[in-house]
């Protein structure tokens, strides 16, 4: 397959998708968002990106949100064309950009970590007045959303909660990952900050990481176009250094396995949260993630998608059609039962 298909079907350009959206100060020492006057006197506080969809000003707030994790290394625009697809009647929808991606600051010296993604997920509920959500995690912020599940197990207090979630190439287990070594394990090396480095001033070493590092199915070639803003999305306020800077998640996994290990999780919510996982058997990242979920987590549906591991940019509109069902089963946009 070419890459004239997504090219096709509803290519968004970066700068369309973060002009729909919002830098909003963000404290990531009392994981709150602020206010400007309180940013301008905080030390360390940063810009995160979001996007708000479908949301209506007399919105209930008891109604069931969605909210989309993205995926490494294209963040939140990695969403752009399911986004369109999803259309304006599926809402609210809350697309969050962790610190370090897209159009959200990128610090330097920043302690990137699943377990601080899952804070600025929780600071953004608070803020929206976000009480139920149906969660989609794509690639690495599948791992935050385990993290969010096991708050949830460990929480006494009933809001917010997860009513449902999905899990779309992400790792689930700390035995199952499959990265090829000259991907995210070469960019935690001494090699990878250079090496991202040039990324960020050239095009041409971008396209060539970015081809050589097998996100796509090996019959599916990004078109030019679609590259190019890629490439836009992830340099972004000189974002490729991110890529060096979190490429440690997997060790993190490996480190709290347990924690975060999706069948432990299943069988400590007991029923209360339903769990969807969707892979692709020719993904070259997590291929192993959704067939160990099918063997360890019977309670999990499981869905099979085809190409590579970027299903957003290859069958954006499969995953889009994916995640309208999921949503519209467990009551996106309606008032949450009491």
Not at 106 to 112: D, E, F, H, M
């Amino acid at each position: 397959m070419s890459g004239n298909r997504a090219a096709g079907s509803s290519l968004v350009t970066a700068a369309e998708w973060f002009a729909g959206g919002q830098r909003i100060p963000y404290d990531p020492e009392s994981a709150c968002v602020v206010t400007e006057e309180e940013a301008a006197a905080t030390p360390g506080g940063v810009r995160v990106f979001e996007r708000v969809a479908a949301a209506e000003q007399d919105e209930d707030e008891d109604s069931v949100w969605l909210t989309l994790l993205p995926g490494f290394p294209d963040g939140s625009y990695g969403w752009a064309r399911v986004d369109r697809m999803l259309g304006d009647g599926l809402g609210p929808r809350l697309y969050v950009e962790p610190v370090g991606q897209g159009d959200s600051d990128k610090p330097r010296g920043y302690r990137y970590s699943t377990v601080e993604r899952a804070d600025l997920v929780e600071a953004l509920w608070r803020h929206h007045g976000v009480r139920r959500s149906v969660v989609v995690a794509f690639d690495y912020t599948a791992m935050a959303l385990l993290e969010l599940l096991r708050r949830q197990l460990d929480r006494t207090v009933a809001t917010p909660a997860i009513t449902a979630a999905l899990m779309v190439n992400g790792g689930l287990f700390a035995d199952a990952h499959t990265h090829p070594w000259w991907t995210t394990r070469l960019l935690r090396t001494p090699l990878g900050a250079p090496w991202m480095q040039a990324a960020q001033r050239s095009p041409r070493v971008f396209d060539a990481t970015i081809l050589r590092a097998r996100l796509y199915a090996r019959g599916y070639r990004p078109a030019p176009a679609e590259l190019a803003e890629l490439r836009s999305a992830i340099t972004r306020r000189d974002g490729a250094a991110f890529l060096h800077n979190a490429a440690g998640f997997v060790s993190e996994h490996r480190r709290l396995a347990q924690r975060w290990d999706l069948a432990a999780i299943a069988r400590d919510l007991d029923g209360t949260v339903a769990l969807y996982v969707g892979g692709s058997d020719e993904d070259a990242y997590e291929h192993r993630q959704f067939q160990a979920a099918r063997e360890r987590v019977p309670q999990a549906e499981i869905l099979t998608f085809p190409g590579g591991h970027l299903t957003t940019s290859e069958h954006p509109d499969l995953l889009a059609a994916a995640i309208r069902d999921i949503a519209q089963r467990h009551g996106v946009g309606t008032p949450a039962p009491g």
